[in-house]
């Protein structure tokens, strides 16, 4: 991708971080501030989305603590100790000097969606500075972490969150799959074989969607 390729690949995956936040404080400000400036349509579209439908309690229901999915990549894997995923996540990080403000842990959508983002930024200012070298490096690693860990935790959420209701957040799970582009079988094989089935997700009982199940 050339600079304008980078950059618009960073503004939809800071996009894509910020939506899988927990939707308190300056939220909604920072996500119609983002949708006014995006040159993508799509992206404008989902950002404003999430305006609309994004509250706390929506958000806790469906991907909290104790939600009904998980928005961590460790869900996602049936084999491995989630100890040593967070520690290898956390070596990537600070191999890139990536620092997440953010209480969630490393695993995830938002960090590592945010962290998508951020090597976008870092490749762009490697190229722009004509430091070819640190630039390959950068995209090296992007395409390691986003085949390695950011597509398992896609593909799960994308599934799981689909599977509950349409909402903004299923229309972001399904964005990020689109963003990630062809994603290897294995992967969706392992990361489909793994977890709870479908059909083992809270419902709330015949003929009502899982947010007046909530609700109630």
């Excluded at 995956?13 to 927990?22: A, H, I, K, P």
């Excluded at 603590?65 to 070596?91: K, T, W």
């Excluded at 951020?118 to 070819?132: C, D, M, P, Q, T």
């Amino acid at each position: 991708s050339g600079l304008r390729g980078l950059l618009g690949e960073a503004s939809a995956w800071r996009v894509m971080g910020l939506v899988f936040e927990r939707p308190r404080g300056a939220w909604h400000d920072e996500l119609r501030a983002l949708a006014a400036e995006s040159p993508d349509p799509a992206l404008a579209g989902l950002a404003r989305q999430a305006v609309a439908e994004g509250t706390e309690a929506r958000y806790l229901a469906v991907l909290g603590p104790g939600g009904a999915v998980s928005p961590r990549e460790a869900s996602y894997r049936r084999l491995g100790d989630p100890g040593q995923l967070l520690a290898h996540l956390r070596i990537v990080y600070e191999a890139f000097a990536y620092s997440p403000r953010t209480e969630e842990p490393p695993d995830h959508i938002c960090v590592e969606a945010g962290f998508a983002g951020y090597l976008r930024l870092k490749e762009a200012f490697a190229r722009s500075s004509g430091e070819h070298a640190a630039a390959a490096v950068v995209r090296d690693g992007a395409a390691m972490f986003l085949t390695e860990h950011l597509a398992h935790l896609a593909v799960g959420l994308a599934d799981r969150v689909g599977f509950l209701e349409e909402s903004y957040l299923s229309a972001a799970a399904q964005h990020i799959v689109s963003l990630l582009g062809p994603i290897p079988e294995p992967v969706v094989t392992a990361v489909r074989a793994a977890g709870p089935q479908l059909d083992e997700l809270g419902s709330c009982g015949d003929g009502c969607t899982f947010e007046e199940g909530f609700q109630a």
